[in-house]
């Protein structure tokens, strides 16, 4: 389903299939107050993918979001991540599929002021066992986003653009399988929604399987893949 497979993966003939959506529908409420968020959805993304999902306000794309971050689960259908049917765990079992295998980004860059830029990096290796030098798994991601440079400053010493780096080189510090962005620019002037932009392509282009949650068509551009959501369907748009 995607022209965009990691090179190495590529030349091996071994693309693997990051998640399944088979069928699946999310319902929230009972009776005359009961409201299908998502309507049988079926959906394939592959490593190295980048995705796009858009739609307006209600049209179901952050329901979506949250089955495929594992934040929840579906009503009904099945989904697959890794290979694993995560559709059906509990609790416990998500949290630690969030923790080792899916990476975040928010509109809200959601780090912590009292913290320098390398320790809110270094915040999802504390629930990993087995990292000797969390301090220097934090600052090559750090270098990675450009910020090798501003590793000591605190996030009211950064610019929004910087801040969002940062909160994507937190994002990829555990090697995530998945890079799950939420209106990554939505709180960016111009200037730097383009760097961000440019930074997540550049990402992905190394192998990295990102989709991103939006209603900015400037954001769906980069993707090599446009899904649009509407009244909890999904549909794929044809690529120029």
């Known amino acids: 389903?995607?022209?965009?497979?990691?090179?190495?993966?590529?030349?091996?003939?071994?693309?693997?299939?990051?998640?399944?959506?088979?069928?699946?529908?999310?319902?929230?409420?009972?009776?005359d107050a009961q409201v299908r968020a998502l309507a049988g959805v079926s959906l394939g993304i592959d490593e190295g993918d980048l995705v796009a999902v858009m739609g307006p306000s209600g049209s179901g794309k952050?329901?979506?979001?949250?089955?495929?971050?594992?934040?929840?689960?579906?009503t009904s259908g099945t989904y697959r991540f890794g290979g694993q049917d995560v559709s059906r765990m509990s609790e416990r079992e998500l949290a630690a599929v969030r923790n080792h295998r899916i990476g975040f980004v928010f509109q809200q860059f959601h780090l912590l002021p009292s913290m320098t830029a390398w320790r809110n990096v270094e915040l999802p290796l504390l629930y990993r066992s087995g990292v000797r030098d969390r301090r220097t798994?934090?600052?090559?991601?750090?270098?990675?986003?450009?910020?090798?440079?501003?590793?000591?400053?605190?996030p009211n010493e950064?610019?929004?653009?910087?801040?969002?780096?940062?909160?994507?080189?937190?994002?990829?510090?555990?090697n995530p399988d998945l890079l799950l962005a939420d209106e990554p620019t939505g709180n960016?002037?111009?200037?730097?929604?383009?760097?961000?932009?440019?930074?997540?392509?550049?990402i992905?282009?190394?192998?990295?399987?990102?989709?991103?949650?939006?209603?900015?068509?400037?954001?769906?551009?980069?993707?090599?893949r446009v899904l649009e959501m509407s009244d909890g369907?999904?549909?794929?748009?044809a690529l120029a």
């Open 204 to 224: 992905n282009r190394e192998g990295r399987t990102i989709v991103l949650i939006t209603h900015d068509p400037n954001v769906a551009a980069v993707a090599r």
């Open 1 to 31: 389903m995607s022209a965009a497979v990691p090179v190495a993966a590529a030349e091996a003939g071994t693309v693997r299939e990051v998640l399944h959506l088979d069928a699946v529908t999310k319902v929230y409420g009972i009776g």
């Open 137 to 154: 798994v934090a600052m090559r991601a750090l270098a990675q986003v450009g910020l090798s440079d501003r590793v000591e400053h605190r």
């Open 188 to 202: 960016l002037d111009s200037a730097s929604s383009r760097e961000v932009l440019g930074l997540l392509r550049d």
């Open 233 to 237: 369907r999904l549909r794929e748009r």
């Open 62 to 74: 952050s329901t979506l979001m949250h089955i495929l971050g594992c934040l929840d689960v579906p």
């Open 158 to 174: 950064l610019s929004g653009g910087q801040q969002q780096r940062v909160a994507i080189a937190r994002a990829l510090v555990t």
